[in-house]
């Protein structure tokens, strides 16, 4: 029996009892949420600006930072807003490393680096590929593509004709790209970008199946402004 003067609780204090004994609970949750949303997000690049380009490096050592943001900078200046979001971005993948060295750690990153770069082929990443050792990566991935843009026969594990060498580039070899500093061995060490790149090469790669680069078209037009420019590499001296 309910006492004298008792009086039931309305809709809306039952609200404000539910939210003073919930409210960490539906607080949390919500942070809990939001962390998962930005991690899935960012795993799948939701949150990421999409690249116009992207251009894969491939060498035994890693290109400084300050090389890296000048390529990124020259090339968005050739090419344009692909995607059509308002931005030109271009993204370096640097894929550095040499697994045929003795050296455990060597090893290691040289491995590692080579499953990113799988991995970058296999979603179509990159359009663009600079190495440094063009024979070594074509016998490797036979993902160079003809001056046609068509994929090497079976039996072509050649990188002749499907490479520009940077210094024989003049839409390269002119551009403004200053100079890296980097720290080795506790000392200050700076350089000219141009000189670094000077050796070398470029490529288009080609694709086997019907997936292909985000921007395509824009990519491979971009791909024979730099052909137009320069010449197809058929020095035996430098690529093989």
Same mark, same amino acid.
């Given at each position: 029996m309910r006492s004298e003067g008792y009086t039931k609780p309305g809709k809306s204090e039952k609200r404000k009892n539910w939210w003073y004994y919930h409210k960490w609970y539906v607080i949390c949750g919500a942070v809990l949420? @939001?962390?998962?949303?930005? *991690?899935? /997000?960012?795993? +799948?690049g939701l949150w990421r600006p999409s690249p116009d380009i992207q251009i894969a490096y491939v060498g035994e050592t890693p290109l400084p930072q300050d090389t890296v943001a000048a390529l990124e900078k020259a090339f968005a200046s050739m090419g344009g807003d692909f995607n059509g979001d308002g931005k030109i971005i271009v993204k370096i993948n640097q894929y550095a490393g040499n697994s045929q060295s003795a050296d455990p750690d060597a090893v290691y990153y040289g491995t590692a680096s080579e499953i990113a770069l799988i991995g970058d082929i296999s979603d179509c990443e990159s359009y663009l590929f600079l190495m440094d050792d063009p024979k070594r990566f074509q016998r490797g991935?036979? =993902?160079?593509?003809?001056?046609? /843009?068509s994929c090497p026969d079976k039996?072509?594990?050649?990188?002749?004709? &499907?490479?520009?060498l940077w210094s024989d580039c003049p839409a390269l070899s002119g551009l403004?790209? @200053?100079?890296? #500093?980097? #720290? =080795?061995? @506790? %000392?200050?060490?700076t /350089?000219?970008?141009? %000189? *670094? =790149?000077?050796e070398l090469y470029i490529g288009r790669r080609c694709f086997y199946t019907d997936a292909v680069t985000d921007n395509v %078209?824009?990519?491979s037009a971009l791909w024979d402004t730099l052909a137009d420019s @320069? &010449? +197809?590499?058929?020095d035996d001296r430098s690529v093989f």
């Open positions: 949420i @939001g962390i998962a949303c930005e *991690l899935i /997000g960012n795993a +799948l991935q036979q =993902l160079l593509a003809a001056p046609d /843009g039996a072509d594990y050649s990188a002749d004709d &499907k490479v520009l403004e790209l @200053g100079a890296y #500093s980097i #720290s =080795l061995f @506790g %000392e200050n060490m /350089g000219s970008n141009q %000189e *670094l =790149l000077s %078209e824009q990519c @320069g &010449k +197809l590499s058929r």
